[in-house]
């Protein structure tokens, strides 16, 4: 039988303990005194213990909030701090240069079309582009996305961690990421919305994630149906300080899986994150999709704070005190920004080879902007739809292609105006002239109709053509 007397001596571990004096209350005896020395490896005071009282009652240990700061005496070895130079030896001064640790890419056989959810492909397409860090808080319509990964991460020896809450996830994936590890999330506004300040530290610090955010409705918690509420937020408001990240604008479930794996190409090519934007039904919509025919295993970037020998001189940290240097990097940013801008824009032209009439949308509005194409177009209208792919960078390449022959175009969008806002800005930047245009547009996780969209087109377009005539 256990009694006080043949219990073990508390012991403490130094370097577990914060100085908080809860032990110092607990014991009857007297034991245990505030420090008055700091301890090197951790800068805070650890307490002083004199046992000659101590009658081994053990309420010490009970009352230290930390797992490792009191512990029973003959546990020492376990509690062993090992520093990690023994594994690789110390941390050099001129760091080596990383050996290179490349991606492989490996072929797949053809497979038959398969019939999923947004969400889910986009989760395929992750597995395939290699992730297998997780991170997540769920919130509804993404987290079917989440449930999946919780399922395939363990059997394909990842990992998939279900946060305390979007600051916790974010600061995981900046974390994994940092190592060089592919990771992924899938939220929705509110927590997108919570993200954000780490999201301005990935970027800083140039790590690469990739984020799903499946739309809702907004301000606040608003609801959960599909408005287009996060395109400003994702194109301009990435947190605090000189942030931008690639936003890809995925219309079908074919597109969240291809999305996805490309995500993950730019994410590492330019060591950022990248955000996909979907909508509440784009994220539960099933509809067809083909595998790709190749699968990615990744290696490890020179870059990456990874515990080999060769990449102990990396350190990731968004921190730069010194102004100068601050401004420096900023200006590496802006180069790198300006690089994406120039590189990757994207776009899927619709009918728009004699388009008098563009339509402009994205995400699930640019499929009823499609059918009202198709109807207009059988009216006798010249329609077409230019569908950004990238949100940010927006494609006005492209789009200034349009220019000389619309006469008019027409914004379709499930928001107050976002989308448009992007190309308006686009278009001032790009020193191009601002064309004949108005909107359709529905919020509260309303989506413009095919009929708005038609009905508006016939009444706006046909008398902005008839002044030009
Ligand atoms: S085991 Fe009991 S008596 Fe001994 S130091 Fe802890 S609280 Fe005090
Ligand atoms: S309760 Fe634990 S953390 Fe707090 S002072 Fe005591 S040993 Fe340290």
New binding site residues.
Partial sequence: MTTIANRPEPM?LPEY????????DSCTKGC?TLGTEINPLTGLV??VLDLERCNHCGL?IE????PF??NPEGDEAAFEVIDPAHVSGPRPFDAPIPEPWPDAIVPLPERTTLVVKGTYAAAMGAVLAGCRHVFGYPITPSTEGAELMAKVQPALGGVFVQAVSEVATVNMMYGAGGAGKRCITFTSSPGFSLMLEGVSYLIGAEVPAVFVNIMRGGPGLGNIAPEQADIKLACRGLGHGNTKAIVLAPATPQEMLDLTMLAFELAFNYRNPVVILGDGYLGQMTGQVRLPDHMVVPGIPEWAVWGDHSHRGNLICSIELSEVGLEQHNQALDAKYARMAAAEQRADLHRCDDAEVVLVACNTPAQLAKGAVKELRAKGVKAGLFRPITLWPFPVDAFATLLPAARHVVVVEASSGQLEDELRLALSHADLPLPSLSHVRRQGGMLPSQREIVDHVLAVSNASLERVR
């Fill in positions: 403490l303990c914060k100085g908080c004096g809860r032990c110092i245990i650890p307490v010490c009352a230290c909030p930390e700061g009191l």
